[in-house]
């Protein structure tokens, strides 16, 4: 998965809409869109911006967005992380089924 991709699917997650994300970043909805269809990629500055305003660290980003980086980490350790990652997005329910 690139890193448009994963910001889309991370916005997603968040209910956010493109607009809404604009206005929190101040960065046209026309840019998020090509960032998102993976036509532009973003600056490290523009990426922390947007990752921010979502309230999701960047290494959770670039690490669901380029798993060739970690590639030398045990599958097993990819897979917790990955796991874990998505945790973190979407939310993980307790023993009691709640979150």
């Keep these: 998965m690139k890193i448009g991709s994963t910001l889309k699917m991370v916005r997603n997650a968040k209910g956010l809409r ?3 994300l604009s206005e929190m970043t101040e960065i046209s909805v026309s840019y998020l869109s090509l960032i998102e269809n993976d036509k532009r990629e973003p600056t490290l500055s523009t990426l922390k911006l947007i990752a921010d305003a979502m309230g999701v660290p960047v290494f959770i980003i670039l690490f669901l967005s380029n798993e060739d980086n ?3 980490i045990p599958a097993t350790l990819t897979q917790e992380l990955k796991l874990a990652s998505y945790d973190f997005l979407f939310g993980k329910e307790d ?3 709640e979150d």
């Design 18 to 20: 493109q607009e809404q």
């Design 70 to 72: 970690v590639r030398p």
């Design 95 to 97: 023993d009691n089924g």
